[in-house]
């Protein structure tokens, strides 16, 4: 009986609550109500995208129609404003008014490639995420895929509904400065990963974005780099990350970047948006330039650029004096207008419009964490010298890098602004103006000396800057162990000198290693690092642009709490002279002369030639091929227990299924990521191997399992330049396995009859 009332309770509970539910009046981002009944013919959910798209088109008109391809000019993001009379702009880095009539919303779009960009001028907290080099050295899907979704939902709370991250360029050129944002040097792991990321951003009914499309590798003279590179190498290196990342997505933009491509700016590249984007890979959504990336009005239109962003020099009158002129069609102009909007329907932000509320920082803490946790690669410890066990250590000396105050980060248009400002004033650099650009390096208050102490709480704990060797040297001398903090500052804009650590850092970490060979070297750069005094240390732990949680996640390392199981996305190479380029190509001081009758360079513009010879040995590929032994090879990465791989197996198929055995040999349980990579048959004229694919596995201590990987068949082709396709090559393949590209114990060879 008392059971059946308290059902009854329940019911009705459940009853009212449907009812308050369905009442409860729902906003348009203009602050109306929203109408449940489909007022308008496109509000009907049960459309397709398509179909809603062009009964909008039907209603509009021909400024209505240009309005939606371009942006109201640089001054939204220079002012950060709201300042512009009639615009409503979030101060995002991009914005594009909405049709209010036809119930289109604006599009508010900010840069969020580790977490939502330029906070301060608007005083609203971001989570700053671990950099996208680090989420890539997870390897792990469910990571990138918390990535975009953590930025999806900080996007929308902030009211935006566009994103202007996932890049996803391949690291070419190790000393790009924006390798930091990326996701490595593979295209099969960094186009997976960026999906990923995407679908769990999109998922947030945000639109997403892949850039910089493409072969946009080396930051110095960005805006006049033309990169000379043959169809088969780009299809298979940089074009296979984005091909991989949009169709596993369904991601709604693409952004074209800055550089030309064979002669021809990449937002005005034919080939590029309509042949191989558009029509090979059936990409649905819109192209929009990157900032300032457009070159013209109708070639551009005509070679597939949808949007061009921030301003309006080629899209606003000029290209509806085209249409009117007949230069462009009706026919032309619709289609861009149709893809902008399917893309508005088909992610959600028409239909679930953004409303801001207060950023969840408990849940991006735990994100944040998590990703760097995941990420953080161990790349040295001799004799076991991590993890240090706290309760019997007594002291020990952190030095350098301002770990006293915090983590650095990466710079540009990626640049999360630091919660509380940048506690680290950069002389020279910086004027403490965060939102200056460039603004310096910048720091987030995650100091690893405090995560340290509250880890170790009864050993001594003391702080040296680093800047006097001799008095860092001393510390340590007196010290149990010696924990050197090493930073190297990456920002888009300017590539690297070289990959050496700036400032005398490697003199510093000598000076300490020389005084207690207890040293442990924590790194937090962008990319690959050369390490002269590697023999000397005990111990390395790369650990990135480490992000809000950085402390935490590195002290929780260094004591144990977490085993460490990322690997290297990218190849650490002995020195520049090991690398494909031991010169980075810089632009002239003096412009050249442009090539008449070709498109795209205009006379008078810088353009500059760089030749990206090593074709399809990027990274790994080229250290494999050149035969060239690298400081740390792609895919390495150590954990404080070992793992053994045996029972290597292959169905063969136009897909393959490969399956691995993975046994955890050590005391402690751990994850490891288990790397499967191909060589091809000798007539396919590839590198020695490629990566095609990996799991990661956790293992507690003796504990083995099986692991399968599904490889497709696009990971295993080549692109058959006269068939303009990719190709299986018939012939024997091998089959490896193991921990690292240059580990593989395990072997076995298929045939394919090809396709
Ligand atoms: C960058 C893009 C960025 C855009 C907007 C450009 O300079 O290359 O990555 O999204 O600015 O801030």
Not at 46 to 74: C, F, N
Not at 490 to 509: M, T
């Amino acid at each position: 009986m008392i059971r059946r009332r308290s059902l009854l309770k329940a019911a009705n509970f459940l009853l009212a609550f449907f009812i308050l539910a369905a009442s409860a009046p729902m906003y348009t981002q203009f602050g109306q109500p929203v109408n449940t009944a489909p007022k308008r013919p496109w509000e009907n959910k049960y459309l397709s995208p398509d179909e809603r798209a062009d009964l909008v088109i039907q209603q509009m008109t021909l400024d209505e129609k240009v309005q939606l391809l371009h942006g109201l000019g640089w001054r939204i993001l220079l002012d950060g404003t709201t300042s512009m009379p009639g615009v409503r702009s979030l101060g995002g880095a991009g914005f594009i008014p909405g049709i209010e009539r036809l119930g289109i919303p604006d599009l508010q779009m900010s840069d969020a490639a580790v977490g939502v960009a330029r906070g301060a001028p608007r005083s609203r907290y971001s989570t700053a995420l671990p950099s996208g080099v680090a989420e890539a050295s997870s390897w792990d899907p469910e990571i990138a895929y918390e990535y975009g979704d953590l930025i999806g939902t900080e996007l929308r709370d902030q009211g935006f509904n566009m994103s202007l991250g996932g890049g996803v360029n391949l690291t070419r050129e190790p000393r790009n400065g924006r390798t930091f944002e990326y996701k490595g040097e593979d295209p099969i792991l960094a186009g997976t990963l960026v999906g990923e990321e995407i679908k769990g951003l999109q998922n947030q009914h945000v639109i997403g974005n892949i850039k910089h499309y493409a072969v946009n590798d080396q930051e110095d003279g960005r805006h006049f780099a033309n990169s000379i590179i043959g169809k088969r190498s780009m299809q298979e290196s940089d074009l296979l990350a984005f091909q991989i990342g949009i169709r596993n997505s369904d991601v709604g933009a693409v952004m074209c970047s800055y550089n030309l491509i064979n002669g021809t700016y990449a937002c005005e590249n034919h080939y590029l948006l309509h042949d191989v984007l558009k029509e090979v890979w059936g990409f649905k959504g819109f192209v929009v330039s990157d900032w300032g990336g457009t070159h013209s009005t109708v070639n551009a239109a005509k070679a597939g650029l949808d949007i061009e962003m921030p301003g309006n020099d080629y899209f606003g009158e000029p290209l509806k004096k085209a249409v009117q002129g007949g230069e462009i069609s009706q026919h032309q102009l619709n289609s861009m207008v149709h893809r902008v909007l399917r893309t508005e329907f088909a992610t959600g932000v028409i239909d679930y419009p953004a409303h801001p509320k207060v950023v969840d920082v408990m849940h991006g803490f735990k994100v944040a964490q998590r990703v760097e946790e995941a990420g953080a690669v161990l790349l040295k410890n001799a004799a076991n010298q991590l993890p240090l066990d706290a309760s019997s250590i007594k002291s020990i000396a952190v030095i350098g890098a301002r770990a006293d105050v915090g983590v650095i980060s990466g710079g540009g248009s990626a640049q999360v602004d630091p919660a509380g400002g940048n506690p680290v004033i950069t002389p020279g650099v910086n004027s403490g103006d965060i939102t200056a650009f460039p603004p310096g390096w910048v720091y987030h208050r995650s100091p690893p000396v405090d995560a340290i102490i509250q880890r170790a709480p009864q050993a001594k704990v003391e702080y040296n800057p680093g800047n006097d060797p001799a008095s860092a040297a001393a510390l340590a001398k007196s010290s149990e162990v010696a924990i050197v903090f090493a930073v190297q500052h990456e920002s888009e804009g300017a590539d690297l000198p070289n990959l050496s650590l700036p400032n005398n850092q490697d003199a510093l970490i000598q000076a300490v290693v020389a005084a207690n060979p207890h040293t442990i070297v924590v790194l937090e750069t962008g990319g690959a690092v050369t390490m002269p005094w590697l023999d000397q240390v005990s111990a390395v732990l790369e650990s990135w642009y480490p992000g809000i949680r950085g402390g935490q996640a590195i002290a929780a390392i260094l004591f144990g709490d977490v085993n460490p199981s990322g690997k290297l996305p990218i190849t650490f190479p002995k020195s520049e002279a090991d690398m494909p380029h031991p010169d980075a190509t810089k632009p002239p001081a003096e412009p050249p002369t442009p090539t008449p009758g070709l498109p795209g360079p205009k006379v008078g513009e810088k353009v500059f030639d760089v030749h990206y010879g090593e074709g399809l040995k990027v990274g790994y590929k080229w250290y494999d091929a050149e035969n060239r032994t690298p400081l740390f090879p792609f895919g390495f990465g150590l954990s404080y227990t070992t793992f053994s791989y045996s029972e290597l197996n292959v169905t063969p198929g136009d897909a393959l299924d490969v399956t691995v055995r993975v046994t955890n040999t050590g005391r402690r349980a751990g994850e490891e990521i288990a790397e499967i990579y191909a060589g091809l048959p000798e007539s396919a004229q590839e590198p020695p191997r490629r990566l095609i694919g990996w799991k990661k596995v956790a293992l507690e201590p003796g504990e083995s399992k099986a692991v399968t990987v599904h490889v497709e068949p696009l990971f295993l082709s080549i692109y058959d330049v006269d068939r303009n396709a990719f190709q299986l090559v018939p012939g024997e393949y091998s089959i490896w396995a193991g921990n690292s590209s240059r580990d593989l114990p395990l072997e076995v060879a298929v045939t394919h009859q090809g396709r």
